[in-house]
Every structure is written in C-alpha cells, then in structure tokens.
C-alpha cells in the first residue's frame, strides 16, 4: 500500500513560482512511476507531468517549459516546480503513482493552486 501526501500550495500572483511536493510512504511492491495531475473547477483532472525510476519525463504540452518533476535519490518525494505561473493554471494539484505493469495506482489528496492575474 502506498500513501502520497502533497503539499507546496498557495496562492501566488502571476509570474510566480510555486514548488509542490508529493512525500510517498509505504511501498508499491512494483516498478512505477510518478506523475501530477491537476483538476480545475468544473473541469476534468488532467495530466501535468510523470518520472520514472530513470529519471526519464514527460509533460504537458500547455506546461511549456514552466515546470520541472524531479525526484530525490531515494524516490520517496516527487517534486514539481512550477515558474511563470499563470491564472490558469489555478486547479488543485494532485499527486500520482502507477505500476507499470498492472496499472495500479494511487492518489494523494491535493494541494490547491491559486494563481491571481
């Protein structure tokens, strides 16, 4: 069993920068990796960024260049630094990981984002 917890929020004017981190505990007894996801009000959950075990990434194509995921040595926290933060980019951030084989997963409960123009 594997349990995220987020944190880094805030609120922030536009332009700014924010560092969210997901702190996993527990173990997922498979190769996995780990993403961010982000789910605005009224809209669905969307992907933001992911990382796996070789520090390989990928991310959105509305993130351009903005953001970063990276990883401690140990791989128990995941970070997302985000820079020239927009007002859309207002949602609450969530934290993901997922067996590549298999495709379970688990979700953290959030951290909320709030950009102001």
């Known amino acids: 069993q594997v349990h995220l917890v987020e944190s880094g929020g805030g609120s922030v004017p536009a332009g700014g920068s924010l560092r969210l981190s997901c702190a996993a505990s527990?173990?997922?007894?498979?190769?996995?990796?780990t993403s961010w996801h982000r789910q605005a009000p009224g809209k669905e959950r969307e992907f933001v960024a992911n990382?796996?075990?070789?520090?390989?990434?990928d991310y959105a194509d509305f993130v351009e260049g903005r953001f970063t995921i990276s990883q401690d040595n140990t791989r128990s926290t995941v970070y997302l630094q985000m820079n020239s933060l927009k007002a859309e980019d207002t949602a609450m951030y969530y934290c993901?990981?997922?067996?590549?084989?298999?495709?379970?997963?688990?979700w953290g409960q959030g951290t909320q984002v709030t950009v102001s123009s």
């Open positions: 993901k990981r997922t067996c590549v084989i298999g495709l379970r997963t688990w």
């Open positions: 990382i796996n075990s070789k520090n390989d990434t």
């Open positions: 527990g173990s997922a007894s498979c190769r996995y990796r």
